[in-house]
């Protein structure tokens, strides 16, 4: 796609006020994945390359980000670890940051190096370690969220679906301590440029517990692979999860996976969401 007018990916504010910030522009390529309306492009112009994003009205993913760049990137971005936001607009839901050289981490070699893994612990923690809150009533609050998230249109089954219920009703909510977190910490939002690993994506930004940016590892790259947690864990600095929160994390993470997937049509994405539900609810027999 090298060579486009952005305007035909945008609507028409959108594309005025990308004009309006950098002038000539021209799409090197679509890095959008297509299966919400978030839309990633990266962009060159006389001077510099960087990456547009943007997305729907309903689209909360913009809006975690811009909050996420505002605020918490500062530390990565110092460390030359994230990308610098150049431009935004939280009205058009649109913003521009500068473009990160290197390759995304899934799929190839560095997805299972121990020294990658170590990277990511430690960006990690200073990504987390930059605020913290008590929050009373957060587990309070994710277990109406699941329930109702589990009354909408999936394809879990009945009698998982009672193993499930039987365990929410079983929990005590806790109080507790929320970080920033990147909500997607995972080998496809991580760049390798030269042996250094940078981060990208921060549209899941949200405070929540530590332990839940591992969850996503914990069931995939982890997954007969204990080097790779030993090192990210040493990387971080010390072991963030802790029981029973720990099995309440991966079992919200699986069954979110599989409705999310399901809803968007991702067939693979799904199966996998149900392979984490089987290992979820494996961890309280």
């Known amino acids: 796609m090298t060579g486009n007018d952005p305007a035909q990916f945008l609507a028409a504010g ?8 950098l002038g000539n522009v021209e799409v090197v390529r679509d890095l959008s994945w297509n299966l ?11 001077q ?13 993913h913009i809006s975690r980000e811009l909050i996420a760049h505002q605020s918490y990137t500062r530390e990565l971005k110092t460390r030359g670890l994230a990308a610098e936001m150049l431009f935004y607009s939280e009205e058009l839901r649109l913003m521009v940051l500068d473009y990160l050289p290197g390759t995304l981490c899934a799929g190839t070699g560095n997805e299972l190096s121990p020294d990658i893994h170590r990277q990511a612990g430690a960006a990690l923690k200073i990504f987390h370690s930059q605020a913290h809150r008590l929050d009373p009533d957060y587990e ?17 089954s009945v009698s998982q679906c009672k193993e499930i219920e039987r365990i929410f009703a079983a929990q005590e909510p806790q109080d507790a301590v929320l970080v920033p977190t990147h909500g997607d910490w995972q080998p496809r939002n991580w ?21 839940s940016d591992l969850a ?29 929160s720990w099995r309440l994390m991966l079992l919200r993470e699986a069954i979110g996976t599989a409705i999310w997937a399901y809803q968007v049509g991702d067939a693979e994405f799904e199966a996998q969401g149900h392979r984490m539900i089987q290992d979820a609810l494996a961890r309280f027999e």
């Open 140 to 156: 309070s609050r994710l277990l109406v969220k699941f329930r109702r998230l589990l009354s909408s249109e999936h394809r879990i």
């Open 216 to 244: 996503r590892l914990g069931s995939q790259q982890f997954k007969g692979h204990p080097e790779l947690e030993s090192a990210f864990i040493e990387g971080y600095g010390e072991d963030p999860r802790h029981e029973p």
């Open 36 to 46: 919400t309306d978030t839309r990633v492009l990266h962009l060159r112009t006389s």
């Open 48 to 60: 510099q390359d960087c990456i547009l994003k943007t997305g729907g009205e309903g689209n909360h």
């Open 14 to 21: 959108q594309a005025a006020q990308l004009r309006a910030w």
């Open 191 to 211: 760049l390798v440029d030269q042996g250094q690993l940078r981060a990208i994506d921060f549209g899941r930004f949200e405070f929540r517990p530590a332990a």
